[in-house]
């Protein structure tokens, strides 16, 4: 596995967030770490289009090694271009281009197919739950070679559609239906079964899933790739800034909550609450990230459906430019130390709203500790 290398290759797990479109600035990132060989990723927890940059970049990686990934990459956004072009209802209008915005908030075309999905269930609206993104994907990646992939530890999540909880899927359960079920938005698709099961976008419960890393790799570096911002700083009062923003909150608020119970577990072996039964049990992970909150804050919900070519490499370009930032600033606390405050980035500036949560715990706390430290991937 990419963990067990040595000398001067650092390993890190990657988190992919879902996002549409916007995973094309995703892609300028992994494009940026693959072409430096001082970096080995060893997993990937991958989320709607967080999902489909991990499962393509895998599959290049394991069919053609490091080249084969940027080339598997590149192909598979272009190709999504091509398909936008051919079956897309929703695009950027000649005249709209000469504003010089990627945003299509008033695209006539935007507006009619956003009316039209929030009144029409896709169960009426396709009912033969026609997809182009199911021919885009399996164009890319052959899964029946993808099970056998140990370049990388895949892992993708979705939405139980019954239970409403994320189910995590593995490298040797990996098919095209479980890539579409993890990009599954339920106003434009059908929701896809798998085992008896219906499945929704993974956004909803995971985006992306952390937890996989701690029990399944041995690599103790995090770098999550955040699409949507976190933090916004005007106040929304058009109603599509408004919807905007609920979708920035929602889509990132699995994560945060994810980080809450990270910085809990942190704080108990930092202040030394573990008694000696489970003292060796916690891990003590690094955490880094790349946020697209000011590179991509001029872009709305609408744009995740432009699937321009020109757009897709503006993006491209984004995520590389910002993935170059964070190699020269961070290379070397890869293996040392966390480049993300957890309370400070992700939590707000003073950890915790409230009662400090520690201070509140059960008189036993390591039994808090494993109870965040042991989420089922089920």
Known sequence: MAGSRTGTTKSINVALQGGGAHGAFTWGVIDRLIEDDRIDIDGLSGTSAGSMNAVVYAYGRMTGGRDGARAALHDFW???????????????LPWERWTGSWNMDASPLYLAFDALTRAVSPYVLNPFDFNPLRDVLTRAVDFERLVHCDCARLF???TNLRT???RVFTAPEMTADVVMASACLPFLFRAVEIDGEAYWDGGYMGNPSLFPFYYHTGTDDVLIININPIERQEVPRTA?????RVNEI???????GEMRAIAFVQKLIDEDWLNDAHKGKLRRVRFHAIRADQVMCDLSVASKFNTGWDFLCDLRDR????????MQAHFDDVGARSTVDLHHDYL???????PDPVAEASADPSADAAAAGRTSPQ
Not at 250 to 256: C, D, E, G, K, M
Not at 319 to 326: H, I, K
Not at 348 to 354: K, L, M
């Open 164 to 166: 409403g909880r994320v």
């Open 78 to 92: 272009a190709d999504i271009s091509r398909a936008g072009d051919r079956f897309s209802p929703v695009r950027m």
């Open 250 to 256: 929602s889509f990132n608020s699995p994560l945060l």
């Open 348 to 354: 707000g500036p003073d950890g915790s709203v409230g």
């Open 240 to 244: 599509p800034d408004i919807m905007n």
């Open 319 to 326: 995520g590389r430019a910002a993935a170059d930032s964070w």
């Open 156 to 158: 993708i999540s979705a």
